[in-house]
């Protein structure tokens, strides 16, 4: 809308004849009649009805009530008093009762209603009343009494014929909104002619409430490009909106809107659509008269009277409300000339009641000097034909653009079309290469994520329907040039490549080459072959082709994965290094004196010495250390004590070494992968199947490829035609489904990969190419679109978009989001097991080297006592059952005696001998290490060697 100007200070010399009119109406009061009229005024009562959804033409009334008031009637005694009345729109019961009412209160006129069925009802009791009734709104049937000044219809069909004619239409469609406009177009209708002019005639449907989008996408569909619009001015802004979501609104099409109310609504959505509109006027709100006029009402005593915040505003203001304005000026125009004539002809308005047949004889004498008067109102000069039909009257031509509507021309009823500007720049002009004042058809496609289509609760039209990157990105260049979109979708997804036997395109470039788009945006890529039918901008987006891919299972965890810490070379060092130590600590040990020990501390002089460093002894000291646990052998010598001591940092850094690593081995699982560069998918072939998305730019780089690698994958797609897809998701499905591996743009794959945690991208890019927004050949719009994208890089908002709709929107990073917060897995058996496995390994060569020492052992005793072996056994075994007592009974005893005839039972000796051998059981000793018998005890042999004597 047009803001409101600011207040005008009027010029002196309009003060000084609006004062000097009054003084000389005063005083003219004053010469020309007697005291007794001057001391008596008279009212003349006019009523209006009025019914619309706004008080301007109310306001407008009551603002010429008082402006003849002081003007034209200022000479008189006559007062205008206005009875302003609201009615319900339509309703004639309503509106009869309220006019009766009106009527008895002895009006001299009536003024309105606006809705036409109202309008009848007072046409019929002002006639059967001879009641003026003045009329302000489209009618082509006026009849006595009622007098309209509102431009007639037929007159007005003439502007439209001549503006036809001017613009050398030799087609159009003319779309009308009900019956009551069809005067108005009925010169047009009668331009038809098969070889001259094609009329197309279409109605909008009001049974629909508002939706006309039907009967508007009829005429999209019909290619016409030149429509006449004939309508109210309330309907108009939402045939407007529709039309621009139906792709009407675009730089291929004009449009003739008929209503003279055009300046009055928002125009600014199609200022830069390209599309010429032209209209007319017939209230010039730059006019210096209508804003002396206006500002003057605004700040009479009526408008402080009402306390109004705001006036009559000449950029918005309807020519209902100015026509009223005007037959308020007319009404006093013709009351001037009754009053004037010599004799002065007494008015003498009389009540009136609806029930009785009285009429008011003065009527029709005011309704004839009205036609025979002129005036000059807000509506320019008002004056009637002899028929009694306001014909002559002076309309603007008027053209919108990127600054609002231009007055380009005038019309009248003597001249005709008068531009002031050249002719064919009211036509559509030639491309120039600028967007302003543009609207383009997009195509897009369903395409995630350049395209979706919205989700939401209730039913969405128009360019509310999709979302997405590419979506935001001509937003985005809508904002920095300037220029209007509507959203088209391509149904069969389908973005375009070419037939060479028949040497035509499909999909998205067709659209563009058969005109029936202007762009096309969704992830197209750049080729040679496109690039020779269509233009395109930059890209706007880099890429590549990779392959999308099942994740890589995971390995079962080896039985002994418990020893994958160290390779298989560093146990075979560990192991040979423990063998080097227990070897150097068995030589140290026997080479080292302090090594050697008396075996029993109460022989100060012991025949043999003991050393603990025996070769078994010397590996269970190694193995203890290893293992952190320790063992009872301690070192002494300074030797033995350096070996152990590096042999103990040895183990700290090892121990720690594989501890450290343990841990990931153990939770984290290995993961293996079948495929990983192209050059393994082509050798898998006859495992893996693998394709791409049938008539797309992926297949074509194949087709084309040079690498024999590439060339051998093409010719097996091209062998097995259901290895291709006729989409991504399908490609994608079959990943998920099937051992097959889908090739694919990268950043499509980053998107899907983001969302879907089954699939992951596998190797590097086979290509470079790029996405690109496409036109058709030698656009002139190329260079704009391309410097925009180029600036939109350049300010980082491609970088912003990408990481809204790939990590942010449509549930973007739901797999980077469970891979950080996953944390350490737990431990199954099957990574642990083989630890379980050595355990019982080892528990059982223990139990099975136990067996065979007790085995061993019966079998001497046997032999020794010459006792069958499996009594033995079996008495062995049944003490073993017993499973209680921590002693055992020494079996095959025998006694011996000593020199002083006391015996010595011995529990280990089987068999009588002068050797001095002894084998003393541990209860035959008490703790001096004297037998139970209080004798010492000599000569007792053990692993040990003799001490050297002194003799």
Known sequence: MIPRKGMLRMPKSVVVTLLATLLIGNFGVLLGYNSDADETVEHIKIGGLFDGDTDDASLAFQYAVEAVNNEKLSYSNYRLEAQSVGVKYGDGFDVSKKLCKLLKTGVAAIFGPSSPKSALHVQSICDEKEMPHIETRWDAHTKLPTLNIHPYPTILGRVLLDLVVAFDWKDFTIIYESGPWLPGISELLKMYDPKGYTVTVRQLDLKLNGNYRAVLRRVKMSEDKRIILVCSIDTMPEVLKQAQQVGLMTDHHQFIISSMDLHTIDLEPYQYSGTNITGIRLVDPEEEKIHQVTEFLNTSQIAKTLELKEGLNPATMRVETALMYDAVLLFAEALKHLIGIDPPHPLEPIPLKCEDDVTWKNGYSIINYMKTSTVHGLTRTVKFDHEGHRSDFLLDIVELGPAGLEKVGVWNSTEGLNFTRKKEHTILSPDDGTLQNRTFIVLTAISPPYGFLKEAPTRLTGNDRFEGFGIDLIHELSLMLGFNYTFVLQEDGVYGSLNRE??????????????????????????????????????????????????????????????????????????????????????????????????????????ELENQFSFSNSMWFTIGALLQQGS????????????????????????????????????????????????????????????????????????????????????????????????????????????????????????????????????????????????????????????????????????????????????????????????????????????FFVLCVGCTIAVVIGCCDLLCEIARRARQHKVPFREELRAELRFVMKCSGNTKPVRHRKSSSDGSGNSIESGALTEPSASSKLDISPGALNGNGMATNGKSLLNIQTKSRKVPSDD
């Open 502 to 607: 028949t040497g035509k395109w499909n999909g998205m470039v067709q659209e563009l080459l058969e005109w029936r788009a202007d762009l096309a945006i969704t992830d197209l890529t750049i080729t040679s072959d496109r690039e020779s039918a269509v233009d395109f901008t930059m890209p706007f987006m880099n890429l590549g082709i990779s392959i999308l891919f099942r994740k890589p299972t995971k390995e079962p965890p080896s039985l002994f994965s418990f020893m994958s810490p160290f390779s298989k070379q560093v146990w075979l060092y560990l192991g040979g290094a423990y063998m080097m130590v227990s070897m150097s600590l068995f030589i140290l040990g026997r080479l080292s004196p302090k090594e050697w020990d008396n075996p029993y501390p109460c022989i100060e002089e012991p025949e």
């Open 632 to 835: 009872e052998i301690a070192p002494k010598a300074a030797s033995t004590r350096a070996v152990a001591s590096i042999w103990w940092f040895f183990t700290l850094i090892m121990v720690s070494s594989y501890t450290a690593n343990l841990a990931a081995f153990l939770t984290v699982e290995q993961v293996h992968s079948p495929i990983n560069n192209a050059e393994d998918l082509a050798a898998a072939s006859g495992v893996i199947k693998y394709g791409a998305k049938r008539d797309g730019s992926t297949i074509n780089f194949f087709k084309d490829a040079e690498y024999k690698t590439y060339q051998k994958m093409y010719e097996v797609m091209m062998a097995n035609p259901d290895f291709l897809t006729s989409s991504n998701p399908e490609g994608l499905n079959r990943v998920k489904t099937e051992n097959y591996a889908f090739l694919m743009e990268s950043t499509s794959i980053e998107y899907i990969i983001d969302r879907d945690c089954t699939v992951t991208q596998v190797g590097g890019l086979l290509d470079d190419k790029g996405y690109g927004i496409a036109m058709r050949k030698n656009s002139p719009y190329r260079s704009a679109l391309s410097e925009a994208v180029l600036r939109l890089q350049e300010q980082g908002v491609l970088t912003s978009l990408k990481r809204k709709w790939w990590n942010e929107k449509r549930g973007g990073g739901a797999c980077t989001q469970s891979s950080s917060d996953d944390g350490a897995e737990e431990l199954d058996m099957e990574n642990v097991g083989g630890v």
